[in-house]
Every structure is written in structure tokens, then in C-alpha cells.
């Protein structure tokens, strides 16, 4: 995981806490960084993941 392109991204992105799903895959394939990459970096920075296309999280 390169957690500081992601961090680059999210902030590009104005992602601060708080991000949906949809947004998740959108910023995954905009700037070709893996799912997976981004639940993780998410995990560990305490950015809660809301409104998942598979009612995951609520």
C-alpha cells in the first residue's frame, strides 16, 4: 500500500473522515490505486467507510 499517494488523492479529493463507498472505487479508479489499498489505508487512519454498495457499513 502506498499510503501517501492515497493520502495525495484523498486530499485532492477533499476526503477528510468520512468517505462512501462509491467515492472509494470512483478515487480507486481515477487514480489506479487498488480497493483493497484503500479499505486498508482507511482502516488504519480511522476514515470511516459509509453508504457500501454490498450494505457492509452502516
Known amino acids: 500500500m502506498d499510503a501517501e499517494r492515497i493520502e495525495q488523492a484523498f486530499k485532492a479529493e477533499g476526503i477528510g473522515k ?14 489506479q490505486i487498488h480497493k483493497k489499498d484503500i479499505a486498508e489505508y482507511c482502516n488504519a487512519h ?6 457500501c454498495q454490498l450494505g457492509c457499513f452502516r
Open 18 to 31: 468520512r468517505i462512501s463507498c462509491p467515492e472509494a472505487f470512483a478515487i480507486a479508479g481515477k487514480y
Open 46 to 51: 480511522g476514515i470511516k467507510i459509509h453508504g
